[in-house]
Structure formats: structure tokens, C-alpha cells
């Protein structure tokens, strides 16, 4: 595996100027399905994959995605802890320079990627020619390397197409990448398999990235422009692919919307492409403990897995909720808002196989365990239960300091302090996570069904087919039918102001909203703590180590204007 890892950094050091010491993640499990010596799968498919849980964490991909956006903040809390030298305070206000740690990590991890989906496509095209299962995984390899490029065209405007591990790739941009990614995804469709997701990519997942290809098209072939051409022919491939995913038989809306972030969502039927983290507990529980309080614990075994404090919903995040549903609670409204799961008993103690965390979004006055001080034993009763009432912050003295999120958050001193922002958890707790990082189970959400109805609503829209779109949306939002009571009730109009709202309710913390907020116009607007209106802020700087990585070759990789 080392040998891969050099390969991967000498095929692409005139990009990275250094390949990084980066966290091996491989997945253990046969991606085969069956022999778990394959060594076709261990040596070459697995590493294609493998990088994906530690890109997706809260500090790479969503960071990027998420933080840059109306819907996620990360301040100084309480003036020492999350400062990192103010790379979370830039990416809000839209101030990041070519030397962003989080940018730079992203950069470094797709090109890694990108560089080992070359790598096991050079090993795997001569064996494609005569073994089946070498074709069915040529074919997912390079769907990966393709979907790899999306992401990256979306976040620096640019594409990599490399063929040859000794060459150096060939940088394209705009419609040139577009149509580099386009074709590649079209050339596998017919070699991939549709019954091995959603850890794998599939036919529907390719689809569906195809799908999310040509809704942001109009973007990514003129990312500075004032308004975005939309084509029929773009849209039209929009709805063709997402019929296509809707259609089959083997997906369904999840009725539990939160059930779709569960520990065993992998047999959910909801997702179509995901980030598999189940084998040996591989990957990390950080969707879920990066938004909580210090002094939150998800799981009564394990007494020093707690929170972070770290990012929380914007206020105006959180009014889009309120303005949506009036003088109603969002909370007594809409599935997708909040899930009371932790029930607390009338002795107020819970066994800990009963002992289930909230879902959604956190407002105001915390319950959870109780113990004696941070990172100490939790109380239990007699019978071995354990004790559930306010949450004390043990970062303060007075012995009435129980944690309580206040909607407004800022960068001000009181605006950063810890108890400022609503919360989120969306991924279910682990279960086996014994430091609150480590070891999660989950599925992280690339592709899933909702999304290939929003999809098509958006092409539907754009194309002047209002009825249309509001019926797509209103079919997703009456699925989540397992909490009638809180059931989304059917919209009666919609616009594309509506949609994204809708978007935002669906998607968030799913590392999507900087890529919406751009298609939709949104992303020069002002928020919270936000006012650069600045387009070229679209797209990311190149990292300043891969501009010098590349220096040798003359104009090979230009930093993007506004930089």
C-alpha cells in the first residue's frame, strides 16, 4: 500500500509541490462481496475509495461547503477554542487566501484520489479485457475518477484529465471540463453493476451524478457570471437521469427522515451513493460530535466521548425556518426539523440500551447525562441506570451554568461564546465511538433519492414548469410519513426562492450549500457575519504549494482571478 501512496504523490507533485502525510483509510471489507483476499480489491479498487471518509470530515469538505455558506458558523469560541488562526472566521466572510489550511487540505486529499483512480485504472484496462468483475470495477473506478473532477471543478474551476501515470495531466476548465466529466461518466454506465451499493458506485449513482452534472453546468462553464444560462438541453439531461433513479425499484423515500443518518442507514433505502465507513468501524464520528456542546456525552459507556462546541446553524439559517412556518414551531411542523428521541422517564434515569441522542436541530436548554464534572463517571441509580436532567458547563463556576444555545451567533466576544447557536445533529451518535471522534458508523450522504426529486423539481422550474416542480417537491416532503404529526404539509406555490429554501431544508449539513447557494444567486449575498460580495470568491484559490509545486512548467496551472 506504501507503494501506492508514492505513486499517487510522484504523479501528481508538479500539482502538489509535496504530497502530504496523509491518514491511510482503506476499506477492509471485499468490495467484491465475496473473497476477502482479493487482491485486485485490497491492492487496487479499496484505495480508490478509501480516502473518502477523512475528505468528507468536518474540517476538509464540509468545512469548505458548509461554513463558506448562510447555513453553518465557526466562531472563536469563547476566545481560545476553535481559533485556528481564524481559517473558519475566512471562510464565512469569504477572506480565504491561497494558503487556507482547510482549502489546502481538500486540494491535496482530490488529487491524492484522483491519482489512485489512475493508478488502478492503468492496472485494471488490460485485465477489463478478459475478467468481468475487473471490467465492473474499471468501470467504478473511473466513474470515481470523474466524480473526483466534479468536485474539484466545482471548488477551483478546473479539472485534471491524466491518463497516463507518467505524464502530467492535462488542466481543463469551464465547458472543457464539463464535457471531460460528462463523457466519462457516460462511458461506464453500461459496465456498472446495480445491486452493490450504496458503498459502491452504481448505475443510479452515476446517474445521479450525472444529474447534479448538468444542474450546475451553467455554473461551472462560466462560474463569474452575472446570471447563469440554464440551457433546455442541460435541463432535460436533468430530468432524464433523475427519472431514470426514480424509477427503479430497489430506492424508496425513507418515511424517518432522520433514519436516512442512522447507524445502520447502509441498508437504507434512500441512498444511492454514500461514504461506506462500516468495515472495522474505519471512519470517524465527527458529523455528529463536531456541532455539540463540550459538555454533551452521546453514549453512556463511554464517559469521555463528548462534544466539540464547534460549528452551529446561522440565525438566518434558522429564520428561514421560522418565516416558513409562521406562528407554528418548525419543531411541530416539519419532520426533517426535529426528532425527540432521548424520553426522559418520570425517575429521570434511562438503562443504557435505552439511551437514544436528539436529532435535528438543538435549541435552548440542554438535558442529557449527568455527572460530577467533565469527563468524570456518570451518575447511576441503584439498578445501574443512568441519570438524565440539565447539562452543566463545567467551563463555568456558578453552579446554576447549564448549557443553553441562544439563537444568535456572531464573531463578537458574546456572539462566540459557547452557548451561542443553535446545534445539529443529523448522523445518529455512534454507538461504538469511546472518544466522540472516532469509529463512526453511518454512512456519510453523497447521492440520495430526495435529491434526484429536487433535481428534477429545479430543471423542472427552470424550464418554466412551476406545477411540475411543486409537485416533485411536494412528493418528497410527503414521504417523511413515520411522525404523521409532523409530516411536511404540501406546498401551494413555488418559485426558485421557495426551492432553495426547500434545498436548504432537505440538504443542510450535507455538504452542498455553497454549491446551491451559487446556482441560485445567493452566494454575494450578506449574513451573519458576511458582506463580501466579491464573484470571484465562487471558486477557491489554487493552494499556493501547488501553484510553486507546478512552477517548472510555464502557465501549466494558473491561480484563479482575485487571488
Same mark, same amino acid.
Given at each position: 500500500?506504501?507503494?501506492?501512496?508514492?505513486?499517487?504523490?510522484?504523479?501528481?507533485?508538479?500539482?502538489?509541490?509535496?504530497?502530504?502525510?496523509?491518514?491511510?483509510?482503506?476499506?477492509?471489507?471485499?468490495?467484491?462481496?465475496?473473497?476477502?483476499?482479493?487482491?485486485?480489491?485490497?491492492?487496487?479498487?479499496?484505495?480508490?475509495?478509501?480516502?473518502?471518509?477523512?475528505?468528507?470530515?468536518?474540517?476538509?469538505?464540509?468545512?469548505?461547503?458548509?461554513?463558506?455558506?448562510?447555513?453553518?458558523?465557526?466562531?472563536?469560541?469563547?476566545?481560545?477554542?476553535?481559533?485556528?488562526?481564524?481559517?473558519?472566521?475566512?471562510?464565512?466572510?469569504?477572506?480565504?487566501?491561497?494558503?487556507?489550511?482547510?482549502?489546502?487540505?481538500?486540494?491535496?486529499?482530490?488529487?491524492?484520489?484522483?491519482?489512485?483512480?489512475?493508478?488502478?485504472?492503468?492496472?485494471?484496462?488490460? &485485465?477489463? !479485457?478478459?475478467?468481468?468483475?475487473? =471490467?465492473?470495477?474499471? *468501470?467504478? @473506478?473511473? /466513474? $470515481?475518477? %470523474?466524480?473526483?473532477?466534479?468536485?474539484?471543478?466545482?471548488?477551483?474551476?478546473?479539472?485534471?484529465?491524466?491518463?497516463?501515470?507518467?505524464?502530467?495531466?492535462?488542466?481543463?476548465?469551464?465547458?472543457?471540463?464539463?464535457?471531460?466529466?460528462?463523457?466519462?461518466?457516460?462511458?461506464?454506465?453500461?459496465? &456498472?453493476? !446495480?445491486?452493490?451499493?450504496?458503498? =459502491?458506485?452504481?448505475? *443510479?449513482? @452515476?446517474? /445521479? $451524478?450525472? %444529474?447534479?452534472?448538468?444542474?450546475?453546468?451553467?455554473?461551472?462553464?462560466?462560474?463569474?457570471?452575472?446570471?447563469?444560462?440554464?440551457?433546455?438541453?442541460?435541463?432535460?439531461?436533468?430530468?432524464?437521469?433523475?427519472?431514470?433513479?426514480?424509477?427503479?425499484?430497489?430506492?424508496?423515500?425513507?418515511?424517518?427522515?432522520?433514519?436516512?443518518?442512522?447507524?445502520?442507514?447502509?441498508?437504507?433505502?434512500?441512498?444511492?451513493?454514500?461514504?461506506?465507513?462500516?468495515?472495522?468501524?474505519?471512519?470517524?464520528?465527527?458529523?455528529?460530535?463536531?456541532?455539540?456542546?463540550?459538555?454533551?456525552?452521546?453514549?453512556?459507556?463511554?464517559?469521555?466521548?463528548?462534544?466539540?462546541?464547534?460549528?452551529?446553524?446561522?440565525?438566518?439559517?434558522?429564520?428561514?425556518?421560522?418565516?416558513?412556518?409562521?406562528?407554528?414551531?418548525?419543531?411541530?411542523?416539519?419532520?426533517?426539523?426535529?426528532?425527540?428521541?432521548?424520553?426522559?422517564?418520570?425517575?429521570?434515569?434511562?438503562?443504557?440500551?435505552?439511551?437514544?441522542?436528539?436529532?435535528?436541530?438543538?435549541?435552548?436548554?440542554?438535558?442529557?447525562?449527568?455527572?460530577?464534572?467533565?469527563?468524570?463517571?456518570?451518575?447511576?441509580?441503584?439498578?445501574?441506570?443512568?441519570?438524565?436532567?440539565?447539562?452543566?458547563?463545567?467551563?463555568?463556576?456558578?453552579?446554576?451554568?447549564?448549557?443553553?444555545?441562544?439563537?444568535?451567533?456572531?464573531?463578537?466576544?458574546?456572539?462566540?461564546?459557547?452557548?451561542?447557536?443553535?446545534?445539529?445533529?443529523?448522523?445518529?451518535?455512534?454507538?461504538?465511538?469511546?472518544?466522540?471522534?472516532?469509529?463512526?458508523?453511518?454512512?456519510?450522504?453523497?447521492?440520495?433519492?430526495?435529491?434526484?426529486?429536487?433535481?428534477?423539481?429545479?430543471?423542472?422550474?427552470?424550464?418554466?414548469?412551476?406545477?411540475?416542480?411543486?409537485?416533485?417537491?411536494?412528493?418528497?416532503?410527503?414521504?417523511?410519513?413515520?411522525?404523521?404529526?409532523?409530516?411536511?404539509?404540501?406546498?401551494?406555490?413555488?418559485?426558485?426562492?421557495?426551492?432553495?429554501?426547500?434545498?436548504?431544508?432537505?440538504?443542510?449539513?450535507?455538504?452542498?450549500?455553497?454549491?446551491?447557494?451559487?446556482?441560485?444567486?445567493?452566494?454575494?449575498?450578506?449574513?451573519?457575519?458576511?458582506?463580501?460580495?466579491?464573484?470571484?470568491?465562487?471558486?477557491?484559490?489554487?493552494?499556493?504549494?501547488?501553484?510553486?509545486?507546478?512552477?517548472?512548467?510555464?502557465?501549466?496551472?494558473?491561480?484563479?482571478?482575485?487571488?
Amino acid at each position: 500500500m506504501k507503494n501506492i501512496i508514492k505513486l499517487a504523490c510522484l504523479a501528481f507533485a508538479l500539482l502538489m509541490g509535496s504530497c502530504t502525510d496523509l491518514e491511510e483509510q482503506i476499506l477492509d471489507e471485499s468490495l467484491s462481496g465475496g473473497a476477502s483476499e482479493n487482491d485486485l480489491v485490497k491492492g487496487v479498487v479499496a484505495p480508490a475509495y478509501g480516502m473518502l471518509p477523512e475528505f468528507y470530515r468536518h474540517t476538509r469538505y464540509f468545512a469548505v461547503q458548509e461554513i463558506s455558506s448562510d447555513e453553518a458558523i465557526l466562531p472563536y469560541r469563547g476566545g481560545r477554542d476553535w481559533g485556528d488562526n481564524g481559517i473558519y472566521i475566512e471562510l464565512h466572510q469569504h477572506t480565504y487566501t491561497p494558503v487556507h489550511s482547510n482549502i489546502q487540505q481538500c486540494w491535496d486529499y482530490l488529487t491524492v484520489m484522483i491519482s489512485r483512480t489512475v493508478t488502478a485504472i492503468s492496472i485494471l484496462t488490460p &485485465l477489463a !479485457e478478459t475478467d468481468a468483475e475487473a =471490467r465492473v470495477f474499471l *468501470a467504478e @473506478v473511473r /466513474g $470515481l475518477r %470523474a466524480f473526483y473532477n466534479m468536485i474539484v471543478l466545482d471548488l477551483w474551476g478546473i479539472a485534471f484529465q491524466k491518463e497516463d501515470q507518467g505524464e502530467l495531466s492535462i488542466i481543463l476548465r469551464r465547458n472543457d471540463a464539463v464535457e471531460y466529466i460528462r463523457t466519462e461518466f457516460e462511458a461506464v454506465i453500461d459496465d &456498472l453493476r !446495480e445491486d452493490v451499493g450504496p458503498g =459502491r458506485l452504481t448505475r *443510479a449513482g @452515476v446517474y /445521479g $451524478l450525472l %444529474a447534479r452534472l448538468h444542474l450546475n453546468a451553467a455554473v461551472w462553464r462560466d462560474p463569474y457570471a452575472t446570471s447563469f444560462n440554464f440551457t433546455d438541453e442541460d435541463m432535460n439531461k436533468v430530468i432524464t437521469y433523475s427519472d431514470m433513479v426514480i424509477g427503479m425499484p430497489q430506492y424508496a423515500l425513507s418515511e424517518e427522515f432522520f433514519a436516512i443518518f442512522d447507524n445502520d442507514n447502509h441498508t437504507n433505502k434512500e441512498l444511492i451513493f454514500a461514504v461506506d465507513q462500516r468495515p472495522d468501524l474505519n471512519g470517524h464520528n465527527r458529523m455528529s460530535y463536531f456541532s455539540m456542546s463540550d459538555n454533551f456525552y452521546g453514549n453512556p459507556l463511554f464517559p469521555r466521548a463528548n462534544g466539540t462546541d464547534g460549528a452551529a446553524i446561522t440565525s438566518d439559517f434558522y429564520q428561514s425556518w421560522v418565516q416558513a412556518y409562521g406562528a407554528v414551531d418548525p419543531a411541530e411542523a416539519d419532520a426533517r426539523f426535529w426528532w425527540e428521541r432521548m424520553v426522559i422517564p418520570s425517575d429521570s434515569a434511562i438503562a443504557a440500551e435505552d439511551f437514544e441522542v436528539n436529532r435535528g436541530i438543538y435549541r435552548g436548554l440542554q438535558y442529557g447525562l449527568q455527572n460530577t464534572g467533565r469527563r468524570l463517571p456518570f451518575i447511576q441509580t441503584d439498578d445501574g441506570r443512568y441519570k438524565i436532567g440539565r447539562l452543566r458547563d463545567w467551563r463555568r463556576a456558578e453552579e446554576n451554568a447549564y448549557v443553553d444555545f441562544v439563537e444568535e451567533i456572531n464573531f463578537t466576544a458574546e456572539g462566540s461564546d459557547y452557548n451561542t447557536g443553535f446545534r445539529v445533529e443529523k448522523y445518529q451518535w455512534s454507538k461504538q465511538s469511546d472518544t466522540g471522534r472516532n469509529k463512526g458508523e453511518a454512512d456519510l450522504v453523497i447521492v440520495r433519492l430526495a435529491d434526484l426529486f429536487m433535481m428534477r423539481a429545479e430543471a423542472k422550474l427552470r424550464k418554466g414548469d412551476a406545477a411540475g416542480a411543486l409537485d416533485d417537491v411536494n412528493i418528497v416532503r410527503a414521504s417523511r410519513t413515520a411522525r404523521p404529526d409532523v409530516t411536511p404539509p404540501a406546498l401551494s406555490a413555488m418559485d426558485l426562492d421557495i426551492l432553495f429554501r426547500e434545498r436548504g431544508f432537505e440538504f443542510y449539513w450535507e455538504h452542498q450549500r455553497r454549491t446551491d447557494m451559487i446556482r441560485f444567486g445567493k452566494y454575494e449575498g450578506t449574513w451573519t457575519e458576511k458582506t463580501d460580495n466579491n464573484v470571484q470568491k465562487r471558486l477557491f484559490p489554487i493552494p499556493q504549494s501547488a501553484i510553486d509545486g507546478a512552477s517548472d512548467a510555464e502557465d501549466y496551472l494558473v491561480q484563479n482571478p482575485g487571488y
